[in-house]
């Protein structure tokens, strides 16, 4: 794999299936690789957010990456998520994904402490030296670090790090997502949302494209909201977006990992129990995904 890499498009963060002594199921993260990228998803997202990163060791994080890479088509762009809290793992994390020929990087800002705008800008020009040229993704989640990447810190890091390539938003703030448009950033960088709730008012805005949990599980649906609308088809864009927003709070409204992974289980697919500290969904919530997505699926398609 050695083409440019572009995350113009759809993109899916993988989730992690487990076996029931606790290991991850390679096998099948390879197979959940195949039906995502055949259903015509641009890109994978390896050890994202949804992937439980945070939950896997660093030998995980790597044969993930390389499952992940048998799995997906020729076509298809493998973004890798090396965030680390440590520069000895992070260096470990890119070499691994130079290794295996992974198109891109991406890292999360440094999360438990608190960092102002300057740390936070050499953190992220320390990554961009460490991949080495690789492209690679700067992932604003400040719900889950609770250090934000504000427009500031990216135009820093943009204006002394060529291989910055783009921005996953994921701060489902849209005025802080148009805020990032009105920088002076490079000609080619990528600004994607995280918000399965803002594809569609992110293409409408002139954003280059999504990656979001929902495409990992049904992603024929989600690269369909691409093509309406690239095609002129509004309406039908809207629909699968009203859609995705009522997925969304169908799963928000248990553990939304879990949710996810019951509604690949519904597919045939075997993701296995929790991996600690997640637990595993009750009866009764595992029963208001099933009820709740037999009621939307025939509105899905």
């Keep these: ?129 460490l991949a080495e040229g690789m492209p690679l993704y700067l992932y604003n989640m400040p719900g889950m670090t609770h250090n934000p990447i504000t427009p500031k810190v990216v135009q820093e890091v943009c204006d002394t790090c060529p291989n910055v390539a783009g921005l996953k938003d994921s701060s489902m703030d849209f005025l802080t997502f148009q805020e990032f448009q009105c920088l002076e950033l490079p000609e080619g960088f990528e600004l994607i949302t995280g918000n399965d709730a803002q594809v569609l008012p992110v293409l409408q805005s002139g954003g280059d494209g999504a990656i979001i949990a929902m495409a990992s599980v049904f992603p024929k649906q989600c690269q369909q909201l691409w093509d309406c609308y690239y095609a002129g088809e509004l309406e039908q864009a809207r629909r699968i977006q009203r859609m995705l927003l009522k997925l969304r709070g169908l799963v928000r409204s248990v553990m939304p990992v879990m949710a996810h992974k019951k509604m690949l289980e519904l597919q045939g697919f075997h993701m296995g129990p929790a991996r600690f500290p997640f637990r595993d969904l009750s009866g009764e919530e595992s029963r208001t995904i099933e009820e709740g997505l037999e009621k939307l699926l025939g509105q899905v398609g």
């Excluded at 995980?60 to 809290?85: D, H, Q, W, Y």
């Excluded at 520069?87 to 992974?102: T, V």
Aim: one cysteine or more; aromatic letters at 10%; proline letters at 3%.
């Design 1 to 129: 794999m050695s083409k440019i890499c572009s995350l113009r498009g759809i993109s899916a963060p993988q989730l992690t299936p487990f076996r029931e002594d606790g290991s991850i199921n390679y096998g099948e993260y390879t197979r959940l690789t195949q039906f995502i990228t055949d259903a015509g998803v641009h890109g994978v997202f390896v050890c994202g957010t949804t992937g439980e990163f945070v939950n896997l060791t660093l030998e995980e994080r790597k044969r993930l990456l390389t499952a992940a890479v048998e799995g997906a088509g020729p076509e298809s762009c493998i973004l890798f998520n090396t965030t680390a809290m440590n520069l000895a793992d992070m260096k470990e994390l890119f070499d691994w994904a130079r290794h295996e020929g992974a198109h891109a990087a991406s890292v999360t800002a440094p999360y438990y402490h608190s960092y102002d705008a300057e740390t936070l800008t050499a953190y992220f020009r320390k990554a961009a030296e």
